[in-house]
Nanobody
Framework: QVQLVESGGGLVQAGGSLRLSCAASGSIFSLNTMGWFRQAPGKQRELVATITRGGSTRYADSVKGRFTISRDNVKNTVYLQMNSLKPEDTVVYYC?????????WGQGTQVTVSS
């Protein structure tokens, strides 16, 4: 059974930084693209950033230049460094991983940015 466990969310003032982590564990043969999405209440889940196993990245326009995604293929972990946070970044962030042809989601971690 595969699990994605997220950590690192919390409360921060506008302009501050947070680092999210997501570790994949369990029966994993092939861990491919990993990423972060976010979802506000009543809205669709949206892409924040993704990273392939080879390190190619993709970002939403709203976070370019502020957020950086990275991964450790030995630890099966993806990170999201979030800098210059804004109140509009306040939502629940979800980790996603493509593992053995299936899509898995983490439980979500709340990020709150106060103005």
């Amino acid at each position: 059974q595969v699990q994605l466990v997220e950590s690192g969310g919390g409360l921060v003032q506008a302009g501050g930084s947070l680092r999210l982590s997501c570790a994949a564990s369990g029966s994993i043969f092939s861990l491919n693209t990993m990423g972060w999405f976010r979802q506000a209440p009543g809205k669709q889940r949206e892409l924040v950033a993704t990273i392939t196993r080879g390190g190619s990245t993709r970002y939403a326009d709203s976070v370019k230049g502020r957020f950086t995604i990275s991964r450790d293929n030995v630890k099966n972990t993806v990170y999201l460094q979030m800098n210059s946070l804004k109140p509009e970044d306040t939502v629940v962030y979800y980790c996603n991983a493509q593992i053995d042809g299936r899509s898995y989601w983490g439980q979500g971690t709340q990020v709150t940015v106060s103005s």
